[in-house]
């Protein structure tokens, strides 16, 4: 298996609700991260985990709460979104907690905030 | 502080011509390269990757790219572009030893039939 699965892949959320994305990979790659896309942009770093670990954060709101619950799995917990949150989310790994072998990305999940 | 250009922000071909595609770092030392490729709504997809070595990199889908240290660049070519090559490209830049990338801010390739 050398895939990102990343689920959903489309999401509708009012600015009230609570909800969560998922991502998991099974390469035993021992980094995931979370990245942010808006159209016609590149991806920017959300939250790197390094061994399960939450090792960066780049100052991101706290309505956006990530879970690392072992090696394979990764989550972001939505809650009381704005509008422009809405974006691609991508998940990524690495084989160990450095860039030096580059990272897999999955396919992401579209965040349309209502 | 660490940058990422690709100073092509579109570019048009025609099928079957040939594509340089640009990307410029700065950097004090040598970086770990890529380049990643993302067709519409969706991740990207690693193409090729420069650590040390050989500066004429291979890559998927017939690319290659070229580590230029006295340039600061790695420029991402194909000899004959197909259609299917239509798509937005990436070039990243990681620091050894360090989790994290900076990526350039994108070419879109159109591919005219």
């Known amino acids: 298996d050398t895939e990102v699965t990343q689920t959903p892949k489309h999401l509708v959320m009012g600015m009230t609700n609570k909800k969560s994305l998922k991502c998991e990979q099974h390469m035993g790659h021992r980094a995931m991260y979370w990245y942010k896309q808006k159209a016609k942009k590149p991806p920017e770093l959300m939250f790197v985990?390094?061994?399960?670990?939450?090792?960066i954060n780049e100052s991101v709101p706290s309505r956006f709460s990530p879970e690392c619950p072992n090696s394979s799995l990764l989550n972001l917990h939505l809650h009381a979104l704005q509008p422009e949150d809405s974006a691609l989310y991508l998940c990524a790994s690495s084989q160990d907690s450095t860039a030096n072998y580059g990272y897999t990305f999955g396919s992401g999940t579209r965040l349309t905030v209502v | 502080a660490q940058s990422v250009t690709q100073p092509d922000i579109h570019i048009t071909v025609s099928e079957g011509a040939s594509l340089e595609l640009r990307c410029n770092y700065s950097y004090g030392a040598t970086p770990y390269l890529f380049w990643y490729v993302q067709s519409p709504g969706q991740g990207l997809q690693l193409l090729l990757k420069?650590?040390?070595?050989?500066?004429l990199v291979q890559g998927i889908k017939g690319f290659e790219a070229e580590f230029k240290r006295s340039q600061s660049s790695f420029n991402l070519r194909k000899p004959s572009v197909h259609w299917s090559d239509a798509a937005e490209y990436f070039c990243?830049?990681?620091?050894?030893?360090?989790?994290?990338?900076?990526f350039g801010s994108g070419t879109k390739l159109n591919v005219k039939p």
């Open positions: 420069y650590f040390s070595g050989d500066t």
């Open positions: 990243a830049v990681g620091l050894y030893n360090f989790n994290k990338f900076y």
């Open positions: 985990y390094s061994y399960e670990k939450l090792s």
